[in-house]
């Protein structure tokens, strides 16, 4: 009981500090962010709300200004079973992405903060 109560607790916290911490947006043309916008479609994170690493990644897309679909793998039991099913395994984040009638299931915040980076920073 104590130890759920810490996890919640500490769970709070990293949320809140998120909130007083978070990156400006990156700004963009209309037309470039049109393109992000477009491309953002493609994406889906699988998280966790207080999960340290899927506030890590979300605080990426905020501040790049990708607005990706998030989906929460922890109360919703529909997208807890797909993130199971068709990504493999229930770990958090977990970008899903759609490119050319293909899908890949990107594991691990490093990785994912490294491809949102290098495809949405320069734009």
């Known amino acids: 009981m104590f130890v759920k109560a810490l996890r919640v607790g500490l769970g709070q916290l990293i949320i809140a500090g998120d ?36 506030v890590k990644t979300r605080r990426t897309l905020h501040r790049l200004n990708v607005p990706v679909a998030l989906k929460d793998a922890k109360n919703n ?25 293909q899908t890949t299931w990107m594991y691990d915040s490093k990785v994912i903060i490294d491809y949102l980076d290098q495809r949405f920073a320069a734009v």
Not at 91 to 100: A, D, F, G, M, Y
């Open 19 to 54: 909130y007083l911490t978070r990156p400006r947006k990156k700004q963009r043309s209309a037309e470039q962010q049109a393109q992000v916008n477009a491309a953002a479609k493609e994406l889906t994170l699988y998280q966790f709300h207080a999960c340290p690493f899927c």
């Open 77 to 101: 039991p529909q997208d807890r079973q797909t993130l199971l099913e068709q990504g493999g395994k229930i770990k958090v984040p977990c970008l899903r992405i759609e490119e050319n009638g």
